[in-house]
């Protein structure tokens, strides 16, 4: 149980262009989804906390309107990184908590590289 | 603000010694306390949990941390590895608003 899938598993975009990635929870219901950034060898920078139909809460230092989120049921969300540009190529890693515990199911993660 | 303080990157271990990994936290407050295994290629999955009780929890694998509220330490333990152990180990901590502060990961490699 507690499945999260991403999708897709990697994508190369042209600057400029927008890219959407979807995050799923498969069997349980998630109040709310986080999106994450990996840059190698680091550990996960937490990007933005979303709850289903409402706002996300973004962390200190994320662009909210280029790192647009989205949750529009308890089993999706997805970030659309607008206007890509190189450094935004990184991975990025969702995660669904179906609990307040702070428990949380992470999914297999998006590598994105813009050219 | 929380932060998550793991002590070693990198661990090399031979197959059948004992582990230990170091975490500490800053945070007065309740928490609840997770351990996360990254596997070579593979996504993160959470390895144990403790949100109270007993603090000594047991999680897959043979793995097991204790919690020690009065050193806000949050170590993981395994009486003897194996080279399917070779992983990166990360803590993190929830302090509240459901968000997790994670530990910069300590890099495990068990030669055979």
């Known amino acids: 149980g507690a499945v999260v899938s991403q999708h897709p598993s990697w994508v190369i975009c042209k600057s400029g262009t927008s890219v959407k990635i979807e995050c799923r929870s498969l069997?349980?219901?998630?109040?709310?989804m986080f999106w994450y950034r990996q840059f190698p060898k680091q550990s996960l920078m937490l990007m933005a906390t979303?709850?289903?139909?409402?706002?996300?809460?973004?962390e200190q230092g994320v662009e909210k309107d280029k790192f647009l989120i989205n949750h529009a049921s308890l089993t999706l969300s997805t970030l659309t990184v607008t206007s890509a540009h190189p450094e935004d190529s990184s991975f990025y890693i969702c995660?669904?908590?179906?609990?307040?515990?702070?428990?949380?199911?992470f999914g297999p993660g998006t590598r994105l590289t813009v050219t | 603000a929380q932060s998550v303080s793991q002590h070693n990157h990198h661990v090399i271990l031979s197959e059948a010694a004992s582990l230990e990994l170091g975490c500490n936290y800053s945070y007065g407050g309740t928490v609840n306390l997770f351990w996360y295994v990254q596997y070579p290629g593979q996504h993160l999955q959470l390895l144990l949990k403790y949100f109270s009780g007993d603090p000594l929890v047991k999680g897959i694998k043979g793995f097991e941390a204790e919690f020690i509220k009065s050193k806000f330490s949050f170590n993981l333990r395994k009486p003897s590895v194996q080279w399917s152990d070779t992983a990166e180990y990360f803590c993190a901590v929830n302090a509240g608003g459901n968000k997790l502060v994670f530990g910069a990961g300590t890099i495990l490699r068990v030669k055979s």
């Open positions: 979303s709850n289903e139909g409402s706002k996300a809460t973004y």
């Open positions: 069997d349980f219901q998630a109040t709310t």
């Open positions: 995660s669904a908590s179906p609990s307040l515990a702070g428990e949380q199911y």
